[in-house]
């Protein structure tokens, strides 16, 4: 029998965890007698995409994305509606799809789903055509991609930083939505996460009963709290149990237009993108096949 071709993307400086020999822990791992493998490490924004590209257009089999949110985004993106099946190794700071999915952060057990090779078909979604996979946002969460973007050190800490330093003199946002139920919300909000999956990252849930495979988007409103009312908020977030905020509200939705009063940056999978005053949002159902434990 032929061997499956495999493709490991790899983001060389994704995360900010102690750094591995990947190449060496790939072909560990990875069964040789199953699979050909052949191992790509990106150079710039964008070079993911364009590798993954060239590997569904070959007819790879199996593609991997070794980093981040972001990474996986443009590995993943190139794939949708596709025979060829993502593997996700995390090595990103956040790793939100990651964890909504189950998959270990340690590389060698990462790995070894793989051999495994258990798949299920996912949703992914898209804004005015721009694809995503697990989790977009307007408002402060979009500010705070742009900043971490821009920030040389990776990790929880750089992250919650620009938080803190910025939480205090951000404004609330003006946001018109049209949800597909006819629904129409005139809102100021501090946030508003488009959420395919459960997950933040950092093990931070903003939409605890969204699920990957249900055709659905929640869409989060989020209104900014009170200074003192900010820990109770980070326990929910944690406790899976942000619904319960009265400063969120959470709408299952298929498709949504958002109204923005200005052409502000949109946080897509991790990376801030700006898209447009008017957002078109809809979900393409069972899209993409992943690795799954």
Known sequence: MSKKRIVFIINPISGARIKIDIQKAIFTAIDKDEFDIDIR?????????GISKQAVNNGVEIIVAVGGDGTINEVACEMINTKSILGIIPRGSGNGLARHLGISRTV??????????????????????????????????????????????RGFLSYFRIIAEQYPSYQSKNYNLILDSGQEINTDAFFISIANSNQFGYNTSIAPNAKLNDGKLDICIVKKPFFVEIPLVINLLLLRAIHLSPHVEIIPASEIIIKQTKNRRINIDGEAFKLGK?????????SLNVIIP
């Open 278 to 286: 008017e957002l078109s949002i809809k979900v393409n159902p069972l």
């Open 41 to 49: 490490f990106t150079k710039y924004r964008g070079h993911a995409s």
């Open 108 to 153: 060698s057990k990462a790995l070894r789903l793989i051999n495994k090779g258990h798949t299920m078909k996912i949703d992914t979604a898209s804004i005015n055509e721009k694809q995503f996979i697990s989790i977009a946002g307007l408002g402060f969460d979009a500010m705070v991609a742009k900043q971490f973007s821009k920030s040389k050190k």
